[in-house]
């Protein structure tokens, strides 16, 4: 075995490798699991003890040897591979472009809203989109039979329960819901989408998003009212925008009020967009209804709140001039790109 160990030496130190491939052979014909050094290594172990001494010596300088050259041209590889790939480079080429993608401008606008109502204190609620009768209608003051819960503008969904399941109408929903879990003070505003069986057209969807608000605390007045939703339309439009209330209904306010601001294309002398009245409506809003209090379990002797809701497109469509609603669902690039630094 001595013998074979010193041809072996002799042999190893000939082999010349001078590509991956070569170096890949090398490593299987001498140090793999079934290579030549293994095989040696078993026979190893049959020798007699004082055999043992000198050859496992030669043998282990021999295990070196051939792992250093692996070693050895695996680097000289891999440096003559980086130098060939660093030669392909030309420094002068300008830079690939990153593709920037942007925000739909329906949720550009929902953060900002977010964002004025969180700056006095507003926190944000949410609810889920499939909701029961009681909580979209029932708890807000809706007579069994009004109007609102008919098949025309409502999407029932089909269950075995029996409860009536639907789609939320509208976010005033979570209103029922935060007032049933928190105690006052509460103040809040709710973002999310909500469903109505409309005939799709450049005004209406039978989806879009709404931001609802509540304040209930005790003494919470009108007053209150005018003054926050005069800074939010000073925030979202600008200093000069004025304000006007005019009175409304809705079954979980009262009073109730729709708000208009000064219309934002003309600065209120009149043109097509506000059909030449000089105002544009925003919102609806009123003192929450004493009933709806009472149906959350909150004290209608003790505290006052009032609420509001708007819908998110038709202030974006007032922000950006946008005429058609539908933009905002067709997913079209040419209109969707163009907001990227906007907000
Ligand atoms: N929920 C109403 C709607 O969808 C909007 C609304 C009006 C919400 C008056 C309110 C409110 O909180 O006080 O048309």
């Not at 295990?63 to 002068?92: H, P, R, V, W, Y």
């Not at 925008?241 to 409304?248: G, L, V």
């Not at 009123?286 to 009933?291: A, E, Y």
Request: glycine share 6%; aromatic share 10%; proline share 4%.
């Amino acid at each position: 075995m001595e013998s074979k160990v010193k041809e072996l030496v002799e042999e190893v130190g000939g082999v010349s490798i001078s590509n991956p491939d070569q170096a890949e052979q090398f490593r299987l014909k001498y140090l793999s699991k079934k290579g030549i050094l293994a095989d040696l290594f078993e026979e190893f172990k049959t020798l007699a003890p004082e055999q043992r001494k000198v050859v496992g010596k030669q043998l282990n300088e021999l295990k070196q040897m051939a792992e250093k050259k692996f070693a050895d041209a695996k680097e000289t590889n891999s440096a003559q591979n980086g130098s060939s790939s660093e030669k392909n480079i030309d420094l002068s080429l300008p830079s690939e472009s990153i593709e920037l993608g942007s925000k739909h401008p329906i949720s550009l606008v929902r953060a900002s809203i977010v964002d004025i109502f969180t700056k006095i204190g507003f926190t944000i609620s949410e609810g889920p989109e499939i909701e029961d009768d009681w909580h979209n209608f029932g708890a807000l003051n809706f007579p069994e039979d009004h109007p609102a819960r008919d098949m025309q503008d409502t999407f029932f969904v089909e269950s075995d329960s029996a409860d009536k399941w639907l789609l939320r109408t509208h976010t005033s929903s979570v209103q029922v819901r935060v007032m049933k879990n928190q105690k006052p003070p509460i103040r809040t505003i709710s973002p999310g989408r909500v469903y109505r069986n409309e005939t799709i057209s450049a005004r209406a969807h039978c989806q879009f998003h709404q931001v609802e608000g509540l304040y209930v605390d005790e003494g919470v007045s009108f007053a209150d009212l005018k003054q926050t939703l005069y800074y939010f339309v000073q925030e979202m439009f600008g200093e000069k925008i004025k304000i006007r209330f005019r009175p409304s209904f809705f079954p979980f306010t009262e009073p109730s009020a729709e708000m208009d601001i000064s219309c934002i294309i003309c600065g209120g002398v009149g043109c097509p967009v506000c059909k030449q009245s000089g105002w544009v409506e925003i919102l609806g809003c009123g003192m929450v209804h004493p009933n709806v209090l009472e149906n959350c379990g909150i004290d209608s002797k003790k505290y006052t709140g009032y609420a509001f809701g708007m819908g998110i497109e038709r202030i974006a469509m007032l922000r950006f001039q946008i005429k058609d609603l539908r933009l905002f669902f067709e997913n079209d690039m040419r209109f969707l790109s163009q907001f990227k630094s906007v907000l």
